[in-house]
């Protein structure tokens, strides 16, 4: 149990990791180009690789499960959370966006005791409470946060938290690269159907840079502008995997602090990308963050000899297959 603990926690950080090399990549072509766009190169850059990750794993016919919806409605579910989070970040300052996203690992924290029956003790609360501070502390959210898209943000962490826990409650049966393949495909159909959606309602422009991001048509990218977008394949072909496995492995309001590592590489992308130098708030955030996902973890070990919370899956998978 520890072990898994351990591993569960290790691969949720570094699947962060990987996926915050994403924000940079599409805040650079959101000016020219639709998400749709962005996403559909995404999902078919990813497919090949996750096909051969599928089939050395647990073979291609794990792909027909028997959980067929559930694992559909997740995909979708993912879809619409990392869609709406490059819309808010076409609009936002990154670091406003990502602040507001990291909302994500409170409402998991507020949904795993009634969606999985997860006991969430007042300490595990407050290390989450305290990353949240260093959030706060860490990006000095501006005047820009009060843009209508930080919904869009606020709503891209809700599904996303939702998501994560449908992982863990289908993860008993369901391995992490299969997850990742229906993402994937999710990722791809749903581009394709919102971009002929508004192809054919003959929308194409709007005032606002979320809406212009999701209306706008699609045209032939530039070479350099194409690489960056199949550089999110590859990059949301880990990351999918990884996130998936660490709440397939750990229970969820365990894992969901380290969450909050995610913010420790926005000023670090910003500074490399954009010649940002991080504030000395960056360092105290920085700081508050760390401190929380270590008592977390210390306080982890200490109850590992403790029995789990059972998880009941069996009245949800049935009616999702």
């Keep these: 149990m520890r072990n898994r603990m351990v591993l569960g926690i290790l691969s949720l950080c570094l699947g962060v990791l990987v996926f915050s090399l994403q924000d940079p990549l599409v805040k650079a072509v959101s000016g020219g180009y639709p998400v749709t766009e962005v996403m559909a190169i995404r999902a078919v850059v990813a497919l090949p690789i996750l096909i051969v990750i599928v089939q050395a794993d647990v073979g291609l016919k794990a792909v027909l499960s028997k959980r067929f919806g559930m694992l559909t409605l997740r995909a979708f579910i993912q879809f619409s959370s990392y869609t709406v989070y490059y819309l808010a970040i076409a609009a936002l300052p990154l670091a406003d966006a990502v602040a507001l996203y990291f909302m994500a690992p409170l409402f998991i924290m507020a949904m795993a005791g009634p969606y999985l029956g997860e006991r969430v003790s007042w300490k595990t ?7 949240l501070v260093g959030v706060l502390v860490m990006v000095r959210p501006g005047a820009g946060v009060f843009d209508w898209a930080a919904l869009l943000s606020l709503g891209s962490a809700f599904l996303y938290g939702f998501s994560q826990l449908m992982a863990r409650r289908i993860g008993d049966t369901e391995s992490s690269t299969v997850m990742a393949f229906y993402q994937n495909g999710a990722y791809l159909s749903g581009a394709v159907a919102v971009a002929t959606v508004f192809h054919l309602a003959g929308i194409t422009h709007a005032a606002h840079p979320s809406v212009e991001f999701l209306v706008r048509p699609w045209v032939w990218p530039t070479m350099p502008d194409f690489l960056k977008m199949a550089a999110c394949g590859f990059v949301a072909s880990a990351g999918m995997i990884l996130l998936s496995q660490a709440y397939r492995m750990a229970p969820a309001n365990r894992v969901a602090t380290f969450e909050y590592t995610g913010i420790l590489w926005s000023p670090l992308w910003g500074f490399l990308f954009f010649a940002e130098v991080p504030r ?33 899956t069996n009245a949800v998978s049935n009616e999702a297959a």
């Excluded at 306080?299 to 029995?307: D, F, H, I, M, W």
């Design 125 to 131: 609360l407050a290390t989450v409470l305290i990353g």
């Design 280 to 312: 000395e708030t960056t360092v105290l955030g920085a700081a508050l963050i760390i401190g929380a996902g270590l008592l977390a973890l210390s306080g982890g070990r200490r109850r590992s000899a403790a029995p789990a919370a059972p998880v009941t």
